[in-house]
């Protein structure tokens, strides 16, 4: 029987789209899990990481993430204690994306000062069975200190309205949390799945009368025929 202890200076994680330590810790079974990455991940790792979902940090980043999280470990936080989040793989659970406006949720289970919340995505082309290394990230939204608020289920959290760039297939979308009032920062990563964008003949299948891609060559065929 595992003892589980659960961590006393934990402080959040997302849940709009749900991390990938939220999700192993919450849908599936954190001693047997079903999921082949979460499975693996507890395999490497052990259970607790699962159970201290919150507590992905560094005490003494100060902004220089680069520096405290090497590549490769990303989504542990360079932390020994979450070295089963880094693990290269396609299996993890995803959360389906669409680019263009997104309001992330952060639930804080401990608020802090902010000096900056930073959110990166993966480039295009890049593959989820290679490690996840700083120059395989691009910035995309930043923002400063945000006040707490509550949600529908009375959880403390954080919004943050961001744009999502243009993806297609899996990515990881990752989040830096610095603190103002401290040194100390928290890592999260999130899987992701953008659909396919569909090919241009079938953008014209179905209606597509507000396709002017669509529209035009539909016209120009008419015109083309009456001529004939």
Known sequence: MSLVIPNAIAHGTTITPESRIYKCRFRDNPENPSNPA???????????????????????????????????????????????????????????????????IFHGTAPHATRDWVFYVTKEGWSPNTPLNWDDLVEFCRHGNLPLESDSQGRDVYRMACELPKRSGQHIIYNTWQRADSAEAFYTCMDVKYPKEPSSTNKCNGNSSGNASCVMPAINQLILGALK
């Open 38 to 104: 979460c499975k693996a991940a507890v395999t490497l790792g052990g259970s607790q990481a699962l159970y201290d979902w919150n507590g992905i940090n560094q005490a003494n980043a100060d902004g220089n993430h680069r520096l405290v999280v090497p590549d490769g470990e990303l989504c542990g936080g360079g932390n020994s204690t979450y070295k089963g989040l880094n693990l290269a793989r396609s299996d993890w659970m995803t959360t389906t994306m669409e680019p263009g406006a997104f309001e992330f």
